[in-house]
């Protein structure tokens, strides 16, 4: 069974403070992704990568850089947290192939601007 | 993005049928999901189904997609309380690299 790992399950930072999420798979998947879910607005993208040291934006970037240094670890950055930062971060993997792959998720990370 | 919508709220009674319904804008979609979200936990997969079929049932599950309308629905048959979650309806185009998600529609089971 495939398992995705987020580091922390509830975090609490101040703001302006250098944040990391971390997130570790064990199944050799191509394709991580971050994303944010706040309530009514579902899931929004934040950033995705395809490969080690491969990034691209999702849809909502700004405020946020990503490290992929390694195939099974995917990491989120806040550079210089702010309140509206606030808001539950989902990681999920997913292998390279057809569609009936689905992605697979961490249990999310609960993260809290002070 | 594409847009993927759903209503955010429903509620139905322990042992009736609930059905969640979801639309979207994307036509070149080619795989969509369902996905259950319990209190505190990540998404799980519940099912999914291929553009090109219109029906796909797994136990007490059944999804219905209607291409024309691009409007998707999944249905629990006798609705238990521990189904009370969100869910989400996702899609995603021919290259699977970008998944598109709903907002979420919060199930509540009343006993």
């Known amino acids: 069974d495939v398992k995705v790992t987020q580091s922390s399950r509830y975090l609490v930072k101040r703001t302006g403070e250098k944040v990391f999420l971390e997130c570790v798979q064990d199944m050799d998947h191509e394709n991580m992704f971050w994303y944010r879910q706040d309530p009514g607005l579902g899931l929004r993208l934040i950033y995705f990568s395809y490969d080690v040291k491969m990034k691209e934006k999702g849809d909502i970037p700004e405020g946020y850089s990503v490290s992929r240094e390694k195939k099974e670890r995917f990491s989120l950055i806040l550079e210089s947290a702010s309140t509206n930062q606030t808001s539950m971060y989902l990681c999920a993997s997913l292998p390279t192939g057809t569609g009936n792959q689905p992605q697979h998720f961490g249990d999310g990370t609960r993260l809290s601007i002070l | 993005g594409e847009d993927v919508e759903q209503s955010l709220f429903l509620s139905v009674r322990e042992g009736d049928s609930s059905v969640i319904n979801c639309t979207y804008t994307?036509?070149?979609?080619?795989?969509l999901y369902w996905y259950k979200q319990e209190p505190g936990a990540g998404l799980q997969l519940l099912t999914y189904i291929f553009s090109n079929m219109d029906m796909k049932q797994d136990q007490r599950l059944t999804v219905l997609l209607n291409k024309k309308d691009k409007h998707l629905s999944l249905r629990i048959a006798d609705t238990q309380t521990g189904d009370s979650a969100i869910y989400f309806c996702a899609e995603t185009p021919y290259n699977f690299n970008k998944f598109y998600f709903g907002s979420g529609t919060k199930l509540n089971v009343k006993p």
């Open positions: 994307d036509s070149s979609s080619t795989y």
